[in-house]
């Protein structure tokens, strides 16, 4: 079973920029769709973009142009690159994966496999 571990979250001054890394061990994470997430405390999450194992993406309204998802598959890892950042953005940040077709891919519900989250936080 593939298992995905965060990366890359930490203190950023609005403006500013972050990389997130989901790296998967115990499989190959070439053939998952992968998604990140976010959450704040007492809410649910909420779908910020997606890549599938094709490379096809989509992105939440609210980041698109600012927001980067890309896939390494030598390294199994899928990134997300986040610029122009916003106070807003601060969130804790879920990377998932699923070899399950849905259409509805920007439900937490359709991804099976999770990692544990990294926190991101942007200063005003």
């Known amino acids: 079973q593939v298992q995905l571990v965060e990366s890359g979250g930490g203190l950023v001054q609005a403006g500013g920029s972050l990389r997130l890394s989901c790296a998967a061990s115990?499989?190959?994470?070439?053939?998952?769709?992968v998604a990140w997430f976010r959450q704040l405390p007492g809410l649910e999450r909420i779908f910020v973009g997606r890549?599938?194992?094709?490379?096809?993406?989509d992105y939440e309204d609210s980041v698109k142009g600012r927001f980067i998802i890309s896939r390494d598959d030598a390294r199994n890892t899928v990134y997300l690159q986040m610029n122009g950042l916003k106070p807003e953005d601060t969130a804790d940040y879920y990377c998932?994966?699923?070899?399950?077709?849905?259409?509805?891919?920007?439900?937490?519900?359709?991804?099976?496999?999770w990692g544990q989250g990294t926190h991101v936080t942007v200063s005003s």
């Open positions: 998932a994966a699923t070899r399950r077709t849905s259409w509805l891919w920007r439900r937490a519900s359709s991804y099976n496999i």
């Open positions: 890549i599938t194992s094709g490379g096809v993406l």
């Open positions: 115990g499989g190959t994470l070439s053939s998952y769709a």
